[in-house]
């Protein structure tokens, strides 16, 4: 008896067989209901995810921005070195213009009234000495501060160091400040001015909107809430949003990012396209590797003194350097990307035959598995006939059923 294929001896009557489909309609709320549910998950990834979600229908273009900004703010100092003064936007604000960027000096070390001259080296490995031979004039340190003499000098009571020339004093940039020395810093203000195109659509926007006037400007401060279209920002509302300690992280200094999203959806009026603020501390401040933490640099003001000797204040400046960090993409509907990606979901849902298949094969073992009346399907689902009479309608070989 043959069940559904070929013996082994008459495995050569397999090359002249031919398969083709039997449509078998089974009444199986269970089974239909795991055939739909496939089904709509193919259809809502065509149209919810990849139409709704992905707006594949649109054309999108990046942004192209430029920023300027401008600080505000005075705050008094008395120290030792510096003596009592007040600090303004000219003196705090370095550089007073920056690509993107703004920078505010908090903290520092002053090393005042040095000239060009010659004074014991810093204490280390490489500069202690005992005596001349130990210093190799014309010697330069790339981590030095000058260049050698060749004569070894006291540095203290108890410690020799080889002479260098160089600006003396020396700064010793050990003893920074525990506290801020700019604390009024926090209450600084800083205007924002962005403005964005995207030129595949020749649209163009600013942040500051076309119904804000220069009064609205002089008293408006940006919140999240109240306030949200105004582009000036209290630097410690900023540092706070980043989840930061403004005085503490003005000690050492620091980078925070302002990131302006400008992701707009064109098919919209225009108004609903506008800038979204974030801040995030962009540093490393990883306790685990605290290694040269903060943000600081050096410079110097130079002066004359009566008799034309050249003299300098030596500035190692502690500050928290604000990047303002603009992106966004605009999308907008346009025939050839929608033709092109509905193209693409039907060449999709057209892949009936190879993915029907794995939808009923799913089906199709669970009905012929799970079921209870497996059998009775099994026995319905595969015939085998060996020959037919086209104009009777009936077998003439023998006919069997089962499972192949």
């Known amino acids: 008896q043959k069940m559904g294929g070929c013996s082994s001896q008459s495995c050569h009557h397999c090359f002249f067989e031919y398969e083709t489909e039997r449509m078998i309609v089974v009444k199986s709320k269970v089974v239909g209901s795991v055939f739909r549910l496939i089904q709509f998950l193919i259809l809502f ?3 919810g995810y990849v139409c709704v979600v992905q707006k594949s229908y649109q054309e999108t273009d990046s942004v192209v921005s430029s920023v300027t900004t401008k600080v505000k703010g005075t705050g008094f100092t008395n120290t030792s070195d ?9 003196d705090y604000n ?4 920056g690509e993107s960027s703004f920078f505010v000096l908090t903290n520092m070390i002053v090393t005042p009234n040095q000239t060009q001259s010659t004074c014991p080296e810093l204490p280390n490995q490489s500069t202690i000495c005992m005596s001349d031979s130990d210093c190799l004039e014309g010697s330069n340190d790339v981590r030095g501060n000058g260049i050698q003499t060749g004569l070894c000098m006291n540095y203290s009571e108890t410690v020799k160091t080889c002479e260098v020339l160089s600006w003396c004093p020396l700064e010793i940039d050990i003893n920074l400040p525990e506290h801020a020395l ?13 403005s964005v195109t995207y030129p595949k659509f020749n649209f163009h926007k600013r942040n500051i909107l076309p119904d804000v006037n220069s009064s609205y400007l002089k008293q408006c401060e940006f919140n999240r809430k109240t306030d949200p279209d105004c582009p000036i920002f209290r630097l410690k509302d900023m540092v706070s949003e980043a989840e930061e300690d403004f005085q503490t992280m003005a000690i050492r200094g620091g980078v925070l990012g302002i990131m302006i999203d400008w992701n707009c959806d064109l098919d919209w009026p225009e108004h609903y396209c506008g800038p979204k603020y ?5 540093d490393n401040k990883i306790p685990e590797n605290n290694v ?3 943000y600081n640099f050096r410079f110097a003001k130079y002066y004359k003194t009566t008799d034309g000797r050249e003299t300098r204040t030596l500035i190692k400046a502690y500050g928290i350097r604000f990047d303002v960090i603009v992106f966004g993409t605009a999308g907008k509907f346009n025939m050839v990307p929608t033709i092109v990606n509905v193209g693409a979901a039907l060449t999709f849902l057209s892949l009936v035959s190879s993915l029907s298949f794995s939808v009923n094969a ?16 099994s026995k ?8 037919i009479d086209d104009n009777a309608g009936e077998p003439l070989g023998e006919t069997t059923y089962g499972t192949r």
């Not at 974030?278 to 962009?282: A, G, I």
Request: with cysteine.
């Open 45 to 47: 990834y065509v149209i």
């Open 94 to 97: 370095i550089p007073p213009q």
């Open 182 to 194: 700019l604390v009024a810093a926090e209450d600084f203000t800083v205007l924002i001015k962005n």
């Open 362 to 377: 799913v089906c199709n073992w669970f009905l012929l598995t799970c079921t209870k009346r497996r059998d009775y399907y």
């Open 278 to 282: 974030s801040f995030r501390r962009l």
């Open 82 to 90: 510096l003596g009592a003064r007040v600090w303004d936007v000219a």
């Open 380 to 387: 319905h689902k595969f015939t085998y006939l060996d020959n």
């Open 292 to 294: 040269a933490p903060g």
